[in-house]
């Protein structure tokens, strides 16, 4: 995954809708098949919040995520994942170990701003 992928244009760019969010709620994704979270991320009043799972475990705990502003593609389709119905991806990097750090924003930025 570290080879870059062929070239896309700017409109396929744009119809991936990456925006901010606030994680108000995480707890542990018991019935998941790898180690993770689920997330509860709040988008702003237009888009409201959506359920994630996100296999993070490695370099989060659930208390210390409450709060932070992560960025997430909120246009993917609903996906189930065990019993959670997914509503959103939130995104990360994979560090050297393969833990996966949160892609956020370095200031605050108003819930729901579009990434672009």
């Known amino acids: 995954m570290n080879e870059p992928t062929a070239p ?3 409109d396929d760019f744009l119809k991936v809708e990456l925006r ?3 994680i108000v709620d995480a707890y542990p994704f018991k019935e998941a098949r790898k180690p ?3 997330l509860h991320v709040d988008f702003g009043e237009a888009i409201g919040v959506r359920k994630s799972s996100a296999q993070i ?3 989060y705990q659930p208390e210390e995520l409450i ?3 992560v960025v997430a593609v909120v246009n993917f389709p609903r996906k189930q994942i065990g019993p959670l119905m997914s509503e959103c991806l939130v995104t990360g ?5 393969g833990n996966v750090a949160l892609c956020v924003p370095d200031q605050s930025v ?3 701003t579009r990434l672009l």
């Open 8 to 10: 896309i244009s700017f």
């Open 20 to 22: 901010v969010g606030r």
């Open 36 to 38: 993770a979270y689920v």
């Open 57 to 59: 475990t490695g370099l």
């Open 67 to 69: 709060g932070k502003l």
């Open 93 to 97: 990097f994979h560090d050297a170990d």
């Open 110 to 112: 108003p819930l729901g």
